[in-house]
């Protein structure tokens, strides 16, 4: 049985991923620092705040071998330009940025070993999510600009480990029906909502399919891109 590691996945788009990756046979270590109302006996819980990047080396270690790793944990404050505390922009660099790094550096080692089995077609697959903040100056300046470094940090990570059959890819939502989603201000939602084709907000699920596709099934060649 192969095995995924999904941060942020005790809710919303995390939780969804997770439970796609299950539904599809897989045993899947599910990373939350708050697991308050998460019912999910299928599931491995693993308790951790991404805020302590300088564990995260050994909590790869402890965990295993891993096959897929979805970076989806994620956090927004709907600070203005010229009020954001320098506590959230240091949580979201920590939470959005140098986690996912942390992250893709630790299991690289074990991935990259595995690519020199010949037997194996792919010796791992990473999928970061980004948002389609990257691409457009964001109200909430340190979000945007930390989705727009993990696009950059999956072309990177996807040159480098390339030639070692693991496959690093993103997925950059719209709009999704989140908890994040909620606490946007009306005004935000509507603004967001003008470059949507589907003039509708997308659902968890819907995210999760495509990460389940980048994680589990795309072929070799689709490498460093974003969805």
């Known amino acids: 049985m192969q095995t995924a590691l999904i941060t942020g996945a005790a809710r919303g788009i995390g939780l969804a991923t997770a439970r796609a990756f299950r539904k599809a046979g897989w045993k899947v270590l599910a990373l939350d620092k708050d697991f308050s109302g998460f019912d999910e006996k299928a599931l491995v819980r693993v308790d951790f705040d991404l805020r302590k990047t300088d564990q995260i080396e050994g909590l790869l270690a402890a965990l295993g071998e891993i096959d897929t790793l979805v970076n989806n944990a994620g956090v927004l404050f709907c600070d203005p330009y010229d009020a954001i505390p320098e506590a959230h922009k240091r949580e979201i660099l920590a939470v959005n940025l140098e986690a996912p790094a942390r992250l893709i550096e630790a299991v690289s080692v074990q991935m990259k070993k595995r690519g020199k089995d010949p037997a194996r077609a792919i010796a791992g697959r990473i999928v970061n999510i980004g948002s389609v903040a990257a691409f457009t100056g964001h109200p909430d300046l340190w979000y945007g600009i930390t989705k727009a470094g993990i696009l950059n940090l999956t072309k990177a990570w996807a040159k480098e480990l390339g030639p070692h059959r693991v496959l690093v ?59």
């Open 169 to 227: 890819n993103a997925v950059a939502p719209g709009p999704t029906q989140t908890a994040m989603y909620d606490q946007l201000p009306q005004s935000r939602k509507d603004g967001v909502m003008r470059s949507v084709y589907s003039g509708r907000v997308c659902s968890p699920g819907e995210v999760a399919a495509a990460i389940l596709w980048l994680g589990s099934a795309c072929p070799e060649y689709v490498n460093g891109t974003t969805l």
